[in-house]
């Protein structure tokens, strides 16, 4: 499955992952002079929120989608941004970066779930780290957004969509702490932590909740016709309504299960 982003509307309809990842940010307990890796960095602007927060470090941002790295440079270019770098390049290619630069920190925000060979991930990391530097990733993790997942799934099969999907592959990863243990360890880590952690995605009403499942959900809708997709997304709502009902304010919950790794390169 490419990486078939919409940068501008993910930008407009990125609230949640931005939160989690200022939340993310905020256990960097960052000096101000590191030097960071972030990966899939998307629409940048956590990258941008970082190049600050270490104004003599820097900050190398990458992302596997054509869209989002020509949409970031953009956003935050060099000559306001002079310690951030944006590069198209694949997770499971950090490797070579190797003999361009070494890091103190890889930090990784609600990507690494679209990737399926995180060893590869992690060896990577572990090439372009220095020794004693460190790892702080969260992604979507065992059991995340299963309500979603199970609502999709009903509205896959009524008839209207049903002969689209017949060639459906499930595009994410959502892997457990126990995968983590053994791929740090493999490659030299220390963990500190590697937990699932419950979170609540809230959406301010159906709007809100369309416009993250038609940026983040694209590998689903890009199964169907452009003309079918609205409809479709509008179903998906219909149907996780009926069991995740709006609270009293209109705001509309999902259950995230984030999986965060942290972890020391030794
Ligand atoms: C939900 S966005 C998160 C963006 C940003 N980190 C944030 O928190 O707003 C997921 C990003 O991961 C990127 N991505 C997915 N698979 C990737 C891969 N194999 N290598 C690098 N980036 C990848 C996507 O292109 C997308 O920009």
């Known amino acids: 499955m ?12 990125s609230k949640g992952q931005l ?46 989608s054509e869209n989002m790295i020509r949409f970031a440079s953009g956003q935050f270019p060099k000559k306001l941004f002079p310690n951030l770098t944006f590069l198209k390049m694949n997770a499971i290619e950090i490797n070579k970066l190797n003999s361009l630069k070494k890091f103190d920190i890889a930090f ?35 059991g995340d957004v299963g309500e979603v997942l199970s609502s999709i799934k009903v509205v896959r099969a009524m008839p209207a969509y049903r002969k689209y999907f017949e060639n459906f592959a499930a595009p994410y990863y959502f892997y457990g702490a126990e995968d983590y243990e053994i791929w740090l360890d493999k490659n030299d880590f ?6 699932l952690i419950s979170k609540d995605m809230r959406h301010d009403g159906d709007e809100s909740f369309k416009g993250w499942l038609r940026t983040a959900w694209f590998p689903y809708t ?16 219909e149907v996780y309504k009926i069991n995740h009902p709006a609270d009293e304010f209109g705001n509309i919950h999902v259950k995230m299960i984030r999986l965060e790794v942290e972890a020391h390169a030794v």
């Open 2 to 13: 490419g990486q078939n982003w919409n940068a501008e509307d993910y930008a407009m309809n």
């Open 19 to 64: 939160k989690w990842g200022e939340e993310l940010i905020e256990k960097l307990f960052l000096e101000g002079n590191e030097a960071i890796l972030d990966i899939g960095c998307g629409d940048g602007k956590i990258s941008a929120k970082l190049s600050k927060l270490v104004k003599e470090g820097e900050v190398f941002a990458i992302d596997a």
């Open 108 to 142: 990784s925000n609600a990507c690494l779930h679209w990737v399926k060979n995180h060893a590869a991930v992690i060896k990577g990391v572990r090439a372009i780290l220095k020794n004693g530097g460190r790892i702080l990733f969260q992604m979507g993790g065992r």
């Open 190 to 195: 220390l963990p500190v932590r590697v937990e």
């Open 222 to 237: 890009d199964y169907l016709p452009k003309a079918l997709r609205d409809a479709f997304l509008a179903e998906v709502i």
